[in-house]
């Protein structure tokens, strides 16, 4: 086999940092607000509005935060925290039940950043995972 980045270090960059710090914060912001859905859920004063059921909202936070632990283990050089963290993002997007704009985007969003951009920084240093 190649080795495609002959002078990559094991060395955490200022750009890996940033860029798993800016995903957890968006996977944070979606927690919080699954979690507020659950402790005070809407009440909608029109009928036609739609309110996720309690499951989505209790499997949003539970899919948030497995998306964090896998988070944690791309920055511990894990393998399989970048699936984890892609697989929990993309779960979150698919069992939306309707495609509301705050419920929908901040996934998709996260799920761009990591990667579209977190992957230029993880690519690199793919030869020090586990």
Known sequence: MQNYFQNETPEKTFGFKTILTFVALMIISHA???VYNIVSPPISPDPTLFIPPL???ILGSLLSITALVGLGMT???RKIGVYVVIASLLLIVVLNPEFSLLRTLVPVFTLFIFVG???LEIIPKWQFFR
């Open 32 to 34: 919080a607000l699954m």
């Open 55 to 57: 499951w989505y909202n």
């Open 75 to 77: 920055y511990n050089y």
């Open 117 to 119: 951009f977190g992957l």
